[in-house]
């Protein structure tokens, strides 16, 4: 089988994007029933540093992804043509049409759908309605779809009408945990207890809701540290900005850290000696800051937003969004926990954690290749 990967993003990579792309690539790259993969990156900065393909992977750069980007798609039909793939994987909802060979894609982005207008900024509320429209066309003109929760299947049945037959449902893995994690610089030698959370600062994450039950827990003289990973892109430098005003208003500046973007070691170290670790997120399609801080062994609370309990199971405790004071009892209830039972749960997570792997993602991932081709094999000869 000959594969053609297309990452048909606008130039950037997100962190889990990285991951995913790089451990995917390695094991399919062992396949034996893959025989070359050609792999396309968009010509950027950014991902110029992001991923290693490794030497069984041919990569070649091209122009970043745009709805109207024509000249993109000529060059990748040209590049097709030259390769000649059994199969043409888009593992991102990016409309792209391709007659000689099944087109399979994964639907990853899942904020325009379910959480596309409530505090975005307008220019990120017109892209999401642009991205609904390249989503759910890209989707439907897709050979199969691969769903990477029970979520992501349920909602392209009852919301985009795709047929069950022609979606699978494979999960991402995890690798083995970090060893002598780094400690960030952004955070204090002082700061021994705390609890972390972790990705974009966005509305969608729902920061709101564990820096009010911060305030909660103030107002009743418990003080612990919030460390907040990750970044703001440009579109949500103000979001960003009345996060931070509303912290100094509260006066909750001593109590909340901005890390920044952080390494995988550094990230290692927050998730392998925090107190607990917070998701607070209002939509997501999967959750893997939630399987990485399950596999560190974290304490974990959780929204109970889809998809999060899918993914934590019974090694998180919930509490029901937009509802502070309920968090910060979940907090309490960790924090006060004996060492027996923090042991227990750690335990939890990591035994949750290691029901996901990526071994079984790339082998049912080719075996989504594999139906694609043999239907599209069927549509042909008809």
């Not at 994690?181 to 564990?210: H, M, N, Q, W, Y």
């Amino acid at each position: 089988m000959k594969l053609a990967v297309l990452n048909l993003t606008a130039g950037g990579m997100s962190g889990g994007y990285k991951k995913y792309m790089y451990y995917l690539l390695k094991r399919l790259s062992s396949n034996a029933v893959i025989t070359e993969i050609l792999c396309t990156v968009p010509t950027s900065s950014q991902t110029n540093q992001s991923v290693d393909y490794n030497s069984h992977t041919k990569s070649i750069e091209v122009r970043p992804y745009s709805v109207i980007n024509h000249k993109l798609n000529r060059e990748l039909r040209v590049i097709l043509d030259e390769f000649s793939p059994d199969i043409v994987y888009v593992p991102i909802e990016r409309f792209f049409s391709y007659e000689k060979a099944p087109i399979v894609m994964m639907l990853q982005n899942m904020e325009p759908f379910v959480y596309p207008f409530s505090g975005n900024p307008l220019s990120e509320k017109l892209k999401n309605i642009l991205r609904i429209a390249n989503t759910r066309k890209a989707l439907r003109r897709a050979d199969r779809i691969i769903a990477i929760s029970e979520f992501v299947q349920d909602l392209l049945i009852t919301k985009m009408c795709i047929h069950p037959e022609k979606i699978g449902l494979v999960y991402h893995g995890i690798e083995k945990k970090v060893e002598d994690p780094e400690r960030p610089a952004s955070v204090p030698a002082t700061c021994e207890k705390f609890l972390f959370t972790a990705g974009s600062i966005r509305p969608a994450r729902g920061l709101e809701d564990v820096l009010s039950a911060l305030k909660y827990l103030a107002d009743q003289n418990i003080n612990i540290p919030l460390i907040i990973a990750g970044s703001a892109d440009r579109a949500m430098i103000n979001y960003r900005e009345k996060l931070l005003n509303w912290v100094k208003k509260n006066e909750l500046s001593p109590n909340v850290i901005w890390a920044g973007s952080l390494c995988e070691s550094e990230m290692a170290w927050c998730y392998q000696n925090c107190s607990a670790f917070v998701m607070t997120s209002k939509v997501e399609s999967f959750g893997q800051i939630a399987l990485e801080a399950m596999n560190n062994g974290c304490q974990c609370i959780s929204s109970d937003n889809p998809c999060l309990p899918e993914i934590f199971g019974n090694s998180a405790i919930y509490y029901k969004p937009r509802d502070e004071k309920e968090l910060s009892l979940r907090i309490k209830e960790v924090l006060s926990r004996n060492e027996f039972d923090q042991i227990s749960a750690s335990q939890r997570a990591i035994t949750r954690a290691s029901q996901f792997s990526w071994d079984i993602c790339a082998e049912k991932t080719v075996e989504q290749f594999v139906l694609a081709i043999e239907e599209f094999k069927r549509k042909n000869k008809g």
